[in-house]
């Protein structure tokens, strides 16, 4: 059997960390033909070393560093070339593992050029899902979600001949689930930084304090399974072991149970339709005992609920949302606003905007930027 050859964009975070585990584990099944990542180019040498990638990306001070190095049989490039990386005809799946609105055009590049893309980035897909999946139908390209809830649905959907009525995303509530609302104003990065289920960077821990993850995640599982926001329910589920479930007419609910861990995910993406061991424990549901699920508190997760509102409203909405809150997470982390003033910014933001119905890739960028400014605003002189 030919290897899998792979292009891991964002090598040096940690799903790129979890992505090369997989590869590890099953090494004579892939081989990393592109590595990229922005601004961690120690431990992207080392990558380069161990897995002797062709084509590297990397930003500005790392390009230097590598030119410089004189190492051989490995070509490098800026970072704004992941797109290229991306389209390489050697390469038959893309990782997508960067974070942020920079994974769009690698995203659509690798569409383009036909290739199976696993994005594990939600910005891409919250901001262009539509032109997303239209480069994909175009181009007969296949899109296989590595973030587990979005795995889950695409794994009980497979070799079904209907359509789901529903599908229920899991939540694990996040690090404030037992908090109560009159305590969120003092709560600090430090406080939400410490989240019970998932390991994960600071900015999508702080979404999912606020829920703002899920609702991202509402509107991915409308791009990812051609779903109507009226379709997606959101459970919270503690455990964190039903990685989400999918409902059909007659009443049955198809479930995709694992521990938690993005090797999982990531190893289905890599090597589908195959399963293949993954040398982790397994799930033993009887030591797991008592799985709960209930609604979410819209009421202490407000975000939730404007993340479906953005859902229905569609267009450019999502994308005010998208830029609004990086812009706001990013000033709480930095101790510059408290943790309520996330939303109010974030809601600010979403009402001053004049919404742009099926918005051109330009349409898109250019209110990234309108929100981003709305909200420095907002943060500097509007902030009661
Ligand atoms: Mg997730």
Redesign the pocket.
């Known amino acids: 059997m030919k290897p899998c050859r792979i292009a891991i964009l964002g090598s040096t975070g940690s799903i790129g960390l979890n992505t090369l585990k997989v590869v590890d584990h099953n090494s004579k099944r892939f081989q990393v033909v592109a590595l990229s990542a922005y601004n961690n180019f120690e431990l992207l040498g080392e990558q380069i070393k161990k897995y002797k990638p062709s084509h590297v990306a990397i930003g500005p001070e790392g390009l230097i560093y590598f030119k410089n190095a004189g190492i051989k049989g490995v070509k490098f490039y800026p970072s704004q070339d992941c797109g290229y990386l991306a389209s390489l005809k050697e390469v038959d799946v893309v990782v997508l593992a960067m974070r942020g609105v920079s994974a769009l055009m690698p995203f659509l590049e690798a569409l383009r050029a036909g290739k199976t893309v696993a994005p594990a980035n939600?910005e891409a897909l919250v901001i262009a899902g539509d032109l997303i999946m239209d480069e994909a139908l175009r181009h007969h390209a296949r899109i296989i979600p590595i973030?587990?809830?979005?795995s889950a649905i695409f794994q009980c959907l497979e070799g079904q001949k209907s359509r789901p009525v529903f599908v229920h995303?899991t939540?694990s509530g996040g690090p404030l689930r037992e908090v109560r609302s009159k305590d969120f104003k003092r709560i600090t990065p430090k406080d939400v930084l410490r989240h019970p289920r998932?390991k994960m960077g600071p900015k999508?821990t702080v979404d999912?304090a606020t829920m703002m993850?899920?609702g991202f995640?509402v509107i991915e599982a409308k791009h990812l399974f051609n779903l109507s926001y009226s379709q997606i329910k959101v459970l919270v589920h503690p455990e964190a072991i039903v990685?989400s479930m999918v409902e059909f007419a007659d009443g049955s609910l198809l479930a995709q149970l694992g521990i938690t861990d993005m090797r999982l995910p990531i190893q289905y993406a890599l090597t589908y339709p195959d399963r293949l061991p993954t040398g982790l424990n397994r799930l033993n549901l009887a030591e797991t005992g008592a799985l709960n699920f209930y609604e979410p508190d819209l009421k202490r997760f407000p975000a939730l609920g404007l993340a479906f509102e953005a859902a229905r409203l569609a267009g450019s909405v999502p994308t005010v949302l998208n830029a609004a809150d990086e812009e706001a997470v990013e000033a709480f982390l930095l101790g510059r606003i408290d943790f309520l003033s996330i939303y109010k910014v974030v809601e600010k933001v979403v009402l001053r905007h004049t919404i742009v119905k099926n918005p051109s890739l330009q349409a898109i960028l250019q209110t990234d930027k309108w929100a981003r400014q709305e909200a420095q605003n907002i943060m500097e002189y509007h902030l009661a």
């Open positions: 939600k973030d587990s809830e979005q995303l939540a998932w999508i999912s993850n899920k995640e990685h």
